[in-house]
Every structure is written in structure tokens, then in C-alpha cells.
């Protein structure tokens, strides 16, 4: 998305302009934005558990139940998000690249759009997770430092502690620089309008925007040793699997020799 918003905004490389890209892309923006905002709180929840209440960990801490709130949060995020596949939403200026509804045709939809939605995706995206995700790691913090005075722990777990609350603080701060400066620049432009350097604003805090999922990633998948073991088997099995192909095709089996008959 935002090698299409460099593309489109910055060198004005012509496109065809079509409505229904237009609002499937602002739907996957909108709703890959509220998910991972919110699998974030999960995640930050769940490791709250495990240093606040670890004899709860077995209980509250299972794959169903994970499955389970991760379902919900999809589901509430294409309630909130699905708004941007009505057919009044398309381009807000025939000469923009930007999408929404018309700006020259004021409706109810359209004063939501530019005045309430704003607000409201900021508290519900961005602000909101972002302070039960900042409670969670002060409570993490406190925990820690109380069951470090009260109890004698091994190293390895006193270790493994430190690294999930330096993991999940620096996600945060990554999730606040990278979101928030998106959301509060949406609010001010949609309100006043948009021209040149509000397009290149735009594609710049976008790639920040993208930029926050892929450290995301990197932090709650490739740092985890199920997912890199899972990971290098399957690489194994494909570069293996061809490699036998290559041999077998390669090697063509020698014929029987047989005594010849008298």
C-alpha cells in the first residue's frame, strides 16, 4: 500500500481510477489497523497473565481461547471498518487520488466521514490500545520487580523476563511513533483539505505506518523458536523436496541384465 501511495501521490505515475479498488484498499488499510492494534493489547494481555498470575497461565493462556479473541477482534474490526464499502464512497475529488466520499456533495455519510470518523478511529485504534498496552507493561514491570524482591528466581526465567518486557516495550514505542502521527495528520487534512504536500505527507507517514507492521512481525513471530523451528522445517522440506526432484530426474534407473536364453 504504500509503494501505491508513492507511486500514485508522489510520481504521479497515471492510473486507472477505479472505485471499487478504491474501497477495498481503504478497507484492508482500515482493517488490518484496527486488528493488529488490538491483537496487540491480546498479546500484551496474555503476557501480563503469565508474570502477574502464572498459576492462571494454564487456564486463561490456551490456543482456544487465543483463537477465540483473535476471531472476535476480526469480526469487530470489519463492523467498524466495513463503512467504506458503501457505494457512496469513492473518490472525494475527481482529480484526487484520495478516497471517500464526495466532497462537494455534502450527505450525513460524508460529515461522519470527514468530522466524526477521524476522532473516533483515533481513540479506537490508536489511543485506547495504546494505553492498556502501556498499563500492561507497567503492570509487567511492577510485577517483576516484586517477585524478584519476594522470591528467588532462576536466571533463565529472570532472563527470559527481561527480554518479553524489552520485546513489548519497544513494540509500543514503535506502535505510538508510527500510528499516532498517521492518525492525528488524517484528522487535520480531512478537515482542511488536501494539496501537493499533504499527498507527500501522506505516502511518508504511510511507509511509517507499514513500517510498524513489519517490526511487529519480525518481534512476535521471528523472535519466537516454534515459529523459527517451524519456519526452517518447511524451507528444508521445499529446497529437500526439489533437490530429490532434480536427482530423480537426473539418474535414469540402468536396465536388467538377463542370461539370454539357450
Not at 489497523?33 to 498470575?53: E, P
Request: net charge positive; hydrophobic share 45%; proline share 4%.
Amino acid at each position: 500500500m504504500s509503494i501505491n501511495d508513492f507511486i500514485i501521490q508522489v510520481l504521479r505515475v497515471p492510473t486507472s481510477k477505479s472505485v471499487y479498488l478504491c474501497r477495498l484498499r481503504t478497507f484492508i488499510l482500515n482493517f488490518s489497523t484496527f486488528t493488529s492494534a488490538w491483537i496487540l493489547v491480546l498479546i500484551s494481555m496474555d503476557r501480563l497473565i503469565r508474570v502477574r498470575f502464572p498459576h492462571k497461565q494454564r487456564q486463561l493462556c490456551t490456543p482456544k481461547l487465543a483463537a477465540l479473541f483473535v476471531s472476535i477482534t476480526c469480526i469487530c474490526s470489519i463492523i467498524f471498518t466495513c463503512h467504506v464499502l458503501r457505494s457512496d464512497f469513492g473518490f472525494s475529488d475527481p482529480v484526487s487520488p484520495l478516497c471517500g466520499p464526495s466532497r462537494f456533495e455534502l450527505t450525513f455519510y460524508s460529515k461522519f466521514y470527514f468530522n466524526i470518523w477521524p476522532i473516533l478511529q483515533l481513540f479506537i485504534t490508536y489511543f485506547i490500545p495504546n494505553c492498556l498496552m502501556i498499563v500492561s507493561v507497567i503492570c509487567i514491570r511492577i510485577s517483576m520487580n516484586v517477585q524478584q524482591i519476594q522470591f528467588i528466581r532462576s536466571r533463565r526465567r529472570e532472563k527470559n523476563e527481561q527480554q518479553m518486557f524489552i520485546l513489548m516495550a519497544s513494540s509500543i514505542i514503535c506502535f505510538a511513533i508510527c500510528t499516532l502521527s498517521y492518525s492525528i495528520h488524517r484528522i487535520v487534512y480531512q478537515r482542511f483539505g488536501v494539496n501537493l504536500t499533504t499527498l507527500i505527507e501522506i505516502a511518508i507517514l504511510t511507509v511509517f505506518l507499514n513500517i510498524n507492521y513489519c517490526y511487529n512481525f519480525y518481534i512476535h513471530c521471528l523472535t519466537s523458536k516454534f515459529f523459527r523451528e517451524k519456519f526452517i522445517e518447511q524451507f528444508e522440506r521445499i529446497f529437500c523436496g526439489r533437490k530429490r526432484q532434480i536427482i530423480n530426474t537426473s539418474v535414469h534407473p540402468l536396465p536388467l541384465m538377463t542370461n539370454p536364453r539357450n
